[in-house]
């Protein structure tokens, strides 16, 4: 088998040289293609609960989501209506509640975007000891 590869004649091909343009349209300065990200707007946002009851002393938490869930800037703003009687600790789209005194305080979300608002009221309790 070696014997008859090297019997084999090497064969020499001459270059192509097409000078028409015909087949290819090769541009020198090609347009340039961008694709601008969609961006989808918000719409509102909604709290989970709108109403909640804690003890002092007592932790829970609230979230809230953006509408539409696709939304290109999801960012929440809260903020506690009566810093007496909680506190509050946010991130993201979930704020931690705890009860500070008894009272009532009213806990405001609002979107980045479009300044779209919900609100939960909050009812704290004060905290009960076993009574006798």
């Known amino acids: 088998m070696l014997a008859a590869f090297q019997q084999q004649q090497t064969r020499k091909f001459s270059p192509i040289t097409n000078t028409s343009t015909s087949?290819?349209?090769?541009?020198?300065?090609?347009p340039k293609i961008s694709i601008a990200p969609s961006v989808i707007s918000v719409i509102g946002v909604h709290m989970k609960k709108n109403k909640l009851k804690v003890r002092t002393g007592q932790s829970t938490e609230l979230s809230?989501?953006?509408l539409p869930v696709q939304a290109t800037n999801t960012e929440l703003i809260?903020?506690?209506?009566?810093?007496?009687?909680?506190?509050m600790y946010p991130k993201g789209d979930t704020v931690t509640i705890t009860g500070k005194s008894a009272g009532r305080a009213v806990v405001?979300?609002?979107?980045?975007?479009?300044?779209?608002?919900?609100?939960?009221?909050?009812?704290?309790?004060p905290y009960m000891t076993n009574p006798k």
């Open 23 to 30: 087949c290819l349209n090769i541009q020198p300065n090609p």
């Open 78 to 87: 809260w903020t506690n209506m009566n810093a007496d009687v909680i506190t």
């Open 64 to 66: 809230a989501s953006v």
């Open 108 to 125: 405001i979300v609002t979107t980045a975007e479009g300044k779209f608002r919900d609100l939960c009221v909050i009812h704290v309790q």
